[in-house]
Nanobody, 126 residues
Framework: QVQLVESGGGLVQPGGSLRLSCAAS????????MGWYRQAPGKQRELVAT???????NYVDSVKGRFTISRDNAKNTVYLQMNSLKPEDTAVYYC????????????????????WGQGTQVTVSS
């Protein structure tokens, strides 16, 4: 089964930058659309950015011009470059794949859906 592991979170001052990474492991043939979500305590989860396999991207209005999502399909990894960070960006950031095509030793292929990472904490504070 596919697993997603996020890394790169931490504490940063307002105006600073962080780069989050999400690495997928497993017998992966292809990953579908990847996304970054975030959730602060007491708040609902929100979609931050998405990127399709061919690299077209979408962003929530609050991060446009500041965040950049990218992916390296050869490495099965997606990134979120976060610049000009604000305290409002503080949250646990989660990586998601809408679906993944996986294969076993026997050559059987199947899809896995709605795959989530464990999350990485981003804190923006003076």
């Amino acid at each position: 089964q596919v697993q997603l592991v996020e890394s790169g979170g931490g504490l940063v001052q307002p105006g600073g930058s962080l780069r989050l990474s999400c690495a997928a492991s497993g017998i992966i043939v292809s990953l579908g659309t990847m996304g970054w979500y975030r959730q602060a305590p007491g708040k609902q989860r929100e979609l931050v950015a998405t990127i399709v396999h061919a690299a077209s991207t979408n962003y929530v209005d609050s991060v446009k011009g500041r965040f950049t999502i990218s992916r390296d399909n050869a490495k099965n990894t997606v990134y979120l470059q976060m610049n000009s960070l604000k305290p409002e960006d503080t949250a646990v950031y989660y990586c998601n794949a809408d679906r993944a095509l996986v294969a076993g030793v026997g050559g059987l292929r199947r899809y896995e859906y709605d795959i989530w990472g464990q999350g990485t904490q981003v804190t923006v504070s003076s």
